[in-house]
Every structure is written in C-alpha cells, then in structure tokens.
C-alpha cells in the first residue's frame, strides 16, 4: 500500500488484540491528508492511545497495514523518526531539568543542536520563557503540558502526535494550548490529536474519527459528522405556547413544541438569516429566541448513547 | 482501642505491601544471619592455607610446624628456600604466608630472642584468627621448650617492598564496593524510574538508541566512579598516609567495573516495573555480594560451597583484581581478573539491550 500525493498517514484493516481475547483496535481504516489536524474522539478504552501508538512506531500491530511518510510504520519507523513529533498521554517532564536544559538536550537527541537563543524562541513560542530556569517538577499541569509540546516540536516535524494533550487542565491552560495547536497548524504541520473533549476536537480538527470499543463508528469534518447525524440548526422561541405555535402555522412555517417552546428548523445554516427576519415580523410572544446549533456532543450522544464526561461514558 | 487496631493493621498492610517494607522487615535480616552464620561456620570449612618458608635447618621450626600441623587450623604447604617470599607472596596474592628464618632454631637453643614472619593482609579475618592460633602454637612451644618462658615473637610482614597498614588492605574492597553500588543501584532504580514515569516511551520517540542510552549511563558512571575514588584518594591519603598506589589498572578496573554493574543494572532494570521492585531487585542481588564477593573479608576459610557461590559473583573478579594491582602488584593476576569483568560486562551490556523493551507490547 503505497500513500497517495499529499496524505501522511494511510490506515486499512488496523487490528490489535491482547490475549485471552481483547480487540483493543478492530479493523480501523482512515487516512489523513498533509497539513490537516485528525483528531481521534473517543471515551477511555476506545483504542485511540493504542492506535496512536501503533503510528508513532511504540506499538506492534497483530495485522493491518500504516504507512506514515511514506514508510511502512511497522518495519522501516526508524527513517522517520526524526520527522516525527509525539507527545504521549500524560507526559512527565524529567523533574530535574529546567525547560531551558531539556529543550537543549531533547534538541540534541534528535540531532539537530540548537543554540540557548533558539531554545529561548521555542519556550517564548510555548509561553514558558518567564519559567526557564526552574525546575519542571516545579511547573504547573498546563506548563507541562507546553513543555511537552515544545519538546515534540525540537525537530521541526511534519507529523505530530498530540495524545489527550489537554486532559486534566484548566480551561484558560486548554485555550491557550490550542493556540498553539492552531500555529502549529498554520505551520503546515499535520497533527494528530486523540482527545476525549468533543469541543475540543470541534475547534480544532478538520476531520474526526469517532472511536468506540475498537472501531470508527464515524468520520468526517466536524460539519459533514453534525449535518450527518446531527438534528438541524433551529431557532427556538421560549415559552411561544401553543399560541405561538398556531400564529406560526398560519403564516405558514412549520414549529414543533417542545415543553412551552417552539423550535423552527431551519434545514441549512445560511438559512439562519431569512428565517430570523420571517419571525421578527409576526407578531409572535416569546420571552427570548436564539438559535440551538447542533454541536458534536449531540452527535456523540446520537451516535453512543450516553455522554462522556473527562473520558468515561455516562450510562 | 477499635480505631488503634484498624490503624495498626491498616498501616501494617500498607508497610507490607511496599517491596522495600518487606525486604527490610524479612528478607534483610534473614539475609544477614544466613550470610554471617554460613561465612563463620566452621564444620564444613577446609583449613585456612598457610603456605610455610622455613629457613630453618633446626629442630625447632620442625616442632613448630608439627604443632600448627596438629591444631587443624592449617592447610600448610612449602615454599621453596630459594625464592623470595615477599615476592611469591605478591605474585601470588596470598592473604597470609609464614618465613621461620635461618638463625630460629638456634637463637632458641642459645635463648637469644626467636622470630617468625607473617605475611599478609591484617584486615582478613583468616590473618587475624591466624594470628591468634601462630601466637597459641609458639606459647605451646614455650611450655615444652622452656615451662613457660617466651621463645619467639611474631613480626608482621607486608607483601611487596612497601610496609601497608591495615586501611591500605581495605581500599581496594571498598572501591569494587563503591563502584558496585553506585553503577547497579543506580541503574536499576534509573530503569524502574524511567519506566514507571514513561521516559523510555518518550525516548523511544526520539533517534536515540538504547544502546546509546546504556553507553552514556556508563561514562557518567565511569567518570563519577574515578572522580570519588581520586576524591577518597586523596582524603585517605592525607588523612591516614596511605601506601597503597592508585595504580593505571586500577582507574581501568574501576571504568570496566562500572560497565559491568552498569549493563547489571540495566538487566535487573528489565524484570524490576517500579522503583519498589527495583529497590527489592538490587538489595536481594547487592547484600549478599556485598558480603560474599570479599569487600570486607576473605572467605578462605568459609565453606567450600560458599567458595564457590562468591566466586560466581562478578564483585569478587572486581576485588580481586583491585587487590591484585593496588596491594600486591601483581599486574597477571590482575589482567585475568579483569578479562573475567571485562566479557561479564560484555554478557550483561548484550543481555540488557536485547531484553529491555523501550516500547509497549
């Protein structure tokens, strides 16, 4: 299986099972084209950090075929590993060097030295130049975190490996390590983002795959999964009654009732606009109206069941 | 007394779950007693080897030896009248040697004072107890010579031309000791650490190799290990007026000791997934070499089973080597010694990178 022009990563009939009988990945197939962010969506245990690893060369697939860079991962890893970033799932700085010192060593490590000033630029980048100098055992959770990310990024690579890189922060530390995803991005780098945080993979991905017990149950940008298994975009008018309802229906725009709301669908987004017009013309009583965007939790939940909360299915 | 109770059991559990607890609690001094009791055994031990030059043409050295011969303490040989015994004793890095001179004999008949020599090193428990039963075996001669009376002292001799103390005997066993601990404690907790904390996952995806990873290990190991025993060196140096010489071999035993322990380390690093284990790992491997492997003292007189469990340890070849250059200078002995740690450490170096797994499975 050879990639086509512009894909990095090419997946088909990816399994891996453990002794007695556990299918952590069950046949997974996608591809990933250069320059996109491909977030894996999943609760824990769907097989995403397995299948990660399987492309960043740490795991032996049972059968399948990955070619990533052009390589076939299972065999010839070691050509691209300088072309390849990874921060694995939750990442430990080494407690007793300064950013300053492991960026400088994990530079080295790759074969590609840089100079205190370059280190400086890579921590000014991730926002961690005022912390330099201490030790990272002294860093917070995010500071880590982007210590991690400056790390996966010494090498300059095409691919990069973020796994659940925003698990356990706080939003402001989550916003601003998607800053730099999104940079990084802007970059040209194709990065690959297992994440749990269906908002998260919302904003940042260009294509998701859906990861349950093994599998891909869904996959396409975050628009083509909600306009796929999402209901449509509506506007809702709070607490219309069933007055409201009526006064609708004879202007001749179809309304459903949901509680003491009405919720107008309206079956393309550009639609928004027109359908906001109609109903501020009719003399309709509502306390509010706003527009109920379907998101990719609903999809989730379409799809699964049950919501995730931090990773673990809510039943 | 309900709450007492559930917090001692539940502390109790705790401490006993952790590797370390239970090493220290059990497995320590069950160690220590089987290891003293079996070094200090006598039942099955062979007699301690006392090589004997007797200058001697009179009948008093031939009582001697007969009355050392009849306390069953001895294993005693003869060295030749013609060579030097200080030299012999060198080359063959003897941890106790007798000369009974020339003028013995008739300086007792004359009642003029009698010597014998004692070679050896005087931090070996064999020396001393030898020592101790020489000394019993003249007083003996006394009564039957003369009622009583003393007939001859005993002179303790160092190998080589220098004149050591007994600190000079014991650097050596502490610097194999040394460069022990330092290397596989090391190394083993280093494994369990970066296990356990996911740096080899990390490492694993960079270029660097677990070989090259195992290499650095042992020159930081070799560099510290010869900056701590230039240190001690020179501390002891200044300090007691040590003999002994930190000779050429010496630094390269510590550097090939230290790549030894080092793969050592790594090889138990591979069995050891936590830092308790790895703790419990090197501790159960460390102690009895510590004892066994000759740092403290020589096993001569042990066991023979015991013989031969220490000289399956690769601590012992380590010793014994520093001995060899650093007390007795004896540069042949020495280049075995070193052959045995140098193709152990290449065993260990290949096991431990063939083994260990930076990646999942």
Redesign the interface.
Known sequence: MATTDGVVVEVSGLRKEYPPDIKAVDGVSFSIPRGKVFSLLGPNGAGKTTTV?IL?????PTSGQIRVLDVDAARDY?SI??K???L?Q???P?DLLTPLEAIAY?AD???VPMTKKEVEGRLEQVGLIHRKSIMSKSLSGGEKRKLGIAL?LVNSPELLFLDEPTTGLDPRARRDLWKLIEDTKKKGTTVVLTTHYLDEAEKLADDVAIMHKGKIIAQGSPGQLINKYGKKTAIVLVDAGSEGLKELSRRGISGVKDGNDVIVEVGDPSELRVMFAKLSSIDVRYKEMYTRRQTLEDVFLGLIGAKMEEGVLQE | MNKILSDTISFGRQYLRTKVGAFFAFVFPILLIVLFGAVFTSGEGRGVSLPVQNLDSGPYSQMLIEILNQTGYFDISEISKNISISDYVSDKSLSLALCIPGDFSSNISSSLPATVQLYGDPTKSSYMVSMGVLSAAIDQMGYNVSGGAPIADIVQKSPGSKVLEPYDFLLPGFVGLTVMISAMYFMTATCAEHRSRGYFKLLATTTLKKSEWLTSKFLFNSAMLIASLLLTFAIAKVMFDLKAAITPTSLIFVVVGAFMFTSLGMLFGVIAKDPESASAVSNIVGFPMMFLAGSFWDLSAAPVYLQAISMAMPLTYLNNGLRDTMIYGNETSAAVNLAVVLALGVIFFVLASRLMSWKEK
């Open positions: 690893e960043e060369g740490l795991r032996t070691s590993r300088k390849v970033g990874v694995p939750n990442f430990e080494f994990w490590l790759f074969g996966s």
